[in-house]
């Protein structure tokens, strides 16, 4: 079994831990931004250019698919740039949840139009994780490590501009804002053909939550994050392996399930030692 599950799940499993090292870092960023559902927003703009690039008779794992949903993912980076505001009387995330409503619904109706529109929103939906192989691994470890390097050399006024960018003028935001969510739609559009909407959330949003309930410093709550992507993932391959359950959902589920038991441990009396 231990050789039928490294030859099967390898690719999978590879393909899980390469997505959370640039997921647990964006998902950090929009955990301090307060935009939990840009992701979504994000990825659902780039299906609904692949959508359009569908319809239009163009292979959806081709560069035409390609080259749509990063126009469209680049698109949805200069509105949400540009709608950033300070003042909370139209909140960024009721414009996001507009986006991805109206995003979702215009996949449809283009999808509609096609003879295999239901596979594509399923396959945009949950992906196919299973079946990645190791140039498709390849592919998004080089993709990754050109975005990761970004963010490296960028950290500094990333980190700024997400922890409210106090002391920058209101343009300044907006073209970080801009590169940071044009760098995010360039792994979305990579990520989400791989593992689909509903796991690259979980990988964006889990462990960074995971990693704010125990950790306090940006740098340990990183660590926590990647360690717990990569553990989760691994459990969530195996069971998914050994029970034979569709591996996507297998891992969304298990990432649930940690998440729960951490807020559940976390939330367990304890009796504090007395004073001395």
Known sequence: MNADFVLFMAPPLAACLVIVCIHAWLGLHILARG??????????????GAAVAVVAGFDLDGPAGYAASLGAAFLGAALFSFTRTRSSEVPQEAI???????????SILALDRSAHGAEHLKEVLVGQILWVNWTDVGRAVGVYAVV???HWLCRRPFLRVSNGGEGMSAATVRAWDFLFYASFGVVITVSV????????????????????????TFRARLLVAWAVGFVVSAIGCILSYALDLPTGATVVCTFGGALGLLGLIRSLPYRRAPPA
């Open 35 to 48: 935009v939990i559902f840009v992701d979504l927003a994000l990825a659902q703009l780039a299906a609904l």
């Open 96 to 106: 996001i949840g507009v986006v991805y409503v109206v995003a979702a619904a215009a």
């Open 148 to 150: 990761g390097a970004l």
């Open 193 to 216: 053909p791989l593992a689909g909407v509903l796991l690259v959330f979980c990988f964006l949003i889990v462990p960074a939550l995971c990693a704010v309930l125990i950790a306090s």
